[in-house]
């Protein structure tokens, strides 16, 4: 059974932290990682990975895969109040039908 | 913004009812799914379809079923909904075909509440 492991499960700072979020699968046949941000409502699409060492970065955020180790981290610098969402991580694999298997989210919640 | 939409938005529904959400896109994507959202679970897959009249189970399947006669439209049934069922439901779209990977988009859910 694919199995993807999110942590923390829940975390709250400042506004100005770093924030690190793991997220470490058990998957037959790995094709690609993706991160999600949900804020009350659909989760928004943030980053994709698929090679071990390639970091993806937009704006404040970035992320890195290691897929040798089986886990992948989403840093958030300089965070901001609007970054409070939960994070989602989700694995893909390869098959006659494609289908992610999603933790069970982090919970950030980011202080004045 | 993908074109998703799903129907109802919100419900409310009592034990032994029949329920029918539907989800629609726009986006001519052949990948359509169905999830369940709960507090401590995280998002599970309950349906998915890979084509018109092609469907199969996630993990979360049972009481619930599912048809796709056109591309654009894939419905979620609850023949009997009970409590258990009481939950946020996400639609969401995808299209793997050639070398796309699978880069799911979410519709905005509906929640559904069985009393």
């Given at each position: 059974?694919?199995?993807v492991?999110?942590?923390?499960l829940s975390l709250?700072?400042?506004e100005?932290?770093t924030v690190?979020?793991n997220?470490?699968?058990?998957?037959?046949?790995?094709?690609?990682?993706?991160?999600?941000?949900?804020?009350?409502k659909?989760?928004?699409?943030?980053f994709?990975?698929t090679s071990?060492?390639?970091e993806?970065?937009?704006?404040?955020?970035?992320?890195?895969?290691?897929?040798?180790e089986l886990?992948?981290?989403?840093?958030?610098?300089?965070?901001?109040?609007?970054?409070s969402?939960v994070?989602l991580?989700?694995?893909?694999t390869a098959?006659?039908?494609?289908?992610?298997?999603?933790g069970?989210?982090i919970t950030?919640?980011?202080?004045? | 913004?993908a074109?998703?939409?799903?129907?109802?938005?919100?419900k409310?529904?009592?034990?032994?009812?029949?329920?029918?959400?539907?989800?629609?896109q726009?986006?001519?994507?052949r990948?359509?799914?169905?999830?369940?959202?709960?507090?401590?679970h995280g998002?599970?897959?309950?349906?998915?379809?890979?084509?018109?009249k092609d469907?199969?189970?996630g993990?979360?399947s049972?009481g619930?079923?599912?048809?796709?006669?056109?591309?654009e439209?894939?419905l979620l049934t609850?023949?009997?909904?009970?409590?258990?069922?009481t939950?946020?439901y996400?639609c969401?779209?995808?299209?793997?075909?050639g070398?796309?990977y699978?880069e799911?988009f979410?519709g905005p859910?509906?929640?559904?509440?069985?009393?």
């Amino acid at each position: 059974e694919d199995k993807v492991v999110q942590s923390p499960l829940s975390l709250v700072v400042h506004e100005g932290d770093t924030v690190t979020l793991n997220c470490s699968y058990e998957v037959t046949n790995f094709r690609s990682l993706l991160w999600y941000k949900q804020e009350k409502k659909a989760p928004t699409f943030l980053f994709m990975l698929t090679s071990s060492g390639i970091e993806k970065k937009s704006g404040r955020l970035s992320s890195i895969l290691d897929k040798k180790e089986l886990f992948s981290i989403l840093n958030i610098t300089a965070t901001q109040t609007g970054d409070s969402a939960v994070y989602l991580c989700a694995v893909d694999t390869a098959g006659a039908n494609s289908k992610l298997t999603f933790g069970k989210g982090i919970t950030l919640s980011v202080r004045p | 913004d993908a074109g998703i939409t799903q129907s109802p938005r919100h419900k409310v529904t009592e034990t032994g009812t029949p329920v029918t959400l539907r989800c629609h896109q726009t986006e001519n994507h052949r990948y359509m799914y169905w999830y369940r959202q709960d507090p401590g679970h995280g998002l599970r897959l309950i349906h998915y379809s890979y084509g018109v009249k092609d469907t199969d189970k996630g993990e979360v399947s049972d009481g619930y079923s599912v048809s796709r006669s056109k591309t654009e439209d894939f419905l979620l049934t609850l023949e009997s909904a009970t409590s258990s069922q009481t939950s946020v439901y996400f639609c969401a779209i995808s299209d793997t075909s050639g070398s796309s990977y699978n880069e799911q988009f979410f519709g905005p859910g509906t929640r559904l509440t069985v009393l």
